[in-house]
């Protein structure tokens, strides 16, 4: 596969940059074929840094002996698959502690329950963490929406020469994480399973989880099915978007809304090679809410982001807490949206500051009081607007 050009990820090295002056260890974490390598090389340019990639016998040999290989080191020291050797965890600790340590630690993995468990104990208040997945919109470029939602954000499905070959890559993709990357994170679930699920979640995409439901039609236990969706969101493939609760006397939706992260590994599990082909299918506004939603989460951080909705049929897709103040984002495939009882509902309930309603269109307008109609590329400056005026860092 050829790939065409190459996209500037300044976003990413300005938070891997500042969390490596603000942490002696910094784990750069994300899904497998995303650009977490390629990322560390732009980042080190030409400047020193030692450089293990624990898929390479010589490196894997090299820290056959970690404490040995790494004491001397300074600069900047950088290990790639990290979850290959998770008793290395310890002798980072240790290595971090000196009183004068002149080393900083970057190491790169793919998420995993072992993985986050010895991150977490074992190196807590020493490492800061950076997440990353696939091209977003701000990265693409807004020119590129169609083929970003399309293809994804995966960087050979999102530059392959076209959508037949995108669409190549993302199936061998999925066979192969099925097949092998499960097995070693650690998990040993029959790849089987999995893909049944995965294609189960494809058609439940932007839906409320109902491990029950799921289970039944799959004819699995709630409880193992819900294990397995836990694996598929430590490895950044699925996002389990939580409920929002409020103190207003009504019965609430308490369950999380399931999406599959990437847009590409959604149409692939749909089998939908091109954009004719999702505009005629009845999961294409599943599919541009996945979209909107992920992008505008990726913008204004996961912790700051829920849906809500009652058992009486009153919803907001995104909830959103910034400095202070809450915001709704409701998303609609239409030219021409209009105000809704939920609209009107979520922002006396909730008190929002404003809802957004992002369509695929090119024009922001007001709605009515409070709700205004805006594109997607005009909600992410925004909520970038927002952020930096009320002191909220990403």
């Known amino acids: 596969m050829t790939i065409a050009k190459h996209i500037h990820r300044t976003g990413l090295l300005a938070s891997v940059r500042a969390a490596l002056r603000a942490n002696p260890i910094v784990a750069l974490l994300g899904p497998r074929q995303c650009g977490k390598t390629t990322l560390v090389h732009t980042l080190v340019g030409s400047s020193r840094a030692e450089y293990f990639d624990l898929e390479d016998p010589v490196s894997a040999s090299r820290l056959a002996e ?23 965890f310890p002798v980072l600790r ?21 993985l986050m468990r010895h991150s977490s104990e074992t190196l807590a208040g020493r490492v800061g963490f950076v997440e990353m997945g696939g091209f977003d919109l701000r990265e693409a470029g807004i020119a590129a929406l169609r083929k970003l939602w399309l293809r994804g954000g995966f960087p050979r499905s999102f530059l392959a020469r076209n959508d037949s070959e995108s669409m190549s890559w993302r199936e061998d993709f999925i066979r192969t994480f099925l097949e092998r990357d499960v097995a070693q994170l650690g998990v040993q679930i029959p790849s089987t399973a999995l893909r049944r699920l995965w294609m189960m979640l494809a058609h439940y995409h932007g839906q409320v989880w109902n491990a029950s439901e799921v289970g039944r039609s799959l004819g699995e236990a709630h409880t193992t099915v819900k294990r397995h969706l836990d694996i598929l969101t430590g490895a950044f493939m699925v996002r389990q978007l939580q409920p929002w609760f409020a103190n207003i006397g009504k019965r609430q939706v308490r369950s999380p809304k399931v999406f599959i992260r990437d847009s590409g590994i959604v149409h692939t599990l749909l089998g939908l090679a091109n954009f004719v082909a999702l505009e005629g299918h009845p999961k294409l506004g599943s599919s541009w809410e996945g979209f909107v939603l992920e992008q505008a989460i990726l913008a204004a951080g996961e912790r700051n982001a829920y849906f809500w909705a009652t058992q009486a049929g009153a919803e907001i897709d995104l909830l959103l807490t910034i400095g202070g103040r809450r915001y709704g984002v409701e998303v609609k495939y239409a030219d021409a949206p209009t105000v809704t009882k939920s609209m009107r509902v979520a922002i006396h309930d909730l008190a929002l500051h404003k809802v957004y309603v992002v369509n695929p269109g090119t024009k922001r307008y007001p709605l009515d009081r409070g709700i205004e109609v805006l594109p997607l590329s005009e909600l992410l400056t925004e909520i970038e607007a927002l952020r930096r005026s009320k002191g909220a860092h990403r």
Do not use: H, N
């Open 66 to 88: 970690p404490m040995t290989a790494l004491t001397p080191l300074r600069g900047l020291v950088v290990v790639d698959e990290i979850q290959r050797q998770p008793a290395l």
């Open 94 to 114: 240790v290595l971090a502690d000196r009183p004068q340590t002149l080393a900083r630690f970057l190491v790169l993995g793919s998420a995993s329950p072992e």
